[in-house]
Nanobody, 114 residues
């Protein structure tokens, strides 16, 4: 199973980006899919997660600005990021869990210019 994250880039503060995380090689659905981020010099932190049933959890820092969604048929998760702030600058990683198995995608860099 491989997770392919895409959609990162450079954006001005206040702008928007949409990240995608597509799974390949998978014949099963993931219980949970989510996004994490790691800023320079900081630990990786949770951004948002969504269960196969649609239960969603957001980090306080992104509530009201980011929206996570998923397409179960495609095993793909999305992260719509609006009103981006300089402090959102980080490498964003997607993560998926199926039972006890956890998979990480490669990161996609989001840079927000102030």
């Amino acid at each position: 199973v491989q997770l392919q994250a895409s959609g990162g880039g450079l954006v001005q503060a206040g702008g928007s980006l949409r990240l995608s995380c597509a799974a390949s090689g998978s014949i099963f659905s993931f219980d949970v899919m989510g996004w994490y981020r790691q800023a320079p010099g900081k630990q990786r932190e949770l951004v948002a997660t969504i269960t196969i049933g649609g239960f969603i959890n957001y980090a306080d820092a992104v509530k009201g600005r980011f929206t996570i969604s998923r397409d179960n048929a495609k095993n793909t998760a999305y992260l719509q990021m609006n009103s981006l702030k300089f402090e959102d600058t980080a490498v964003y990683y997607c993560k998926a869990r199926a039972g006890v198995r956890v998979y990480w995608g490669q990161g996609t860099l989001v840079t927000v210019s102030s």
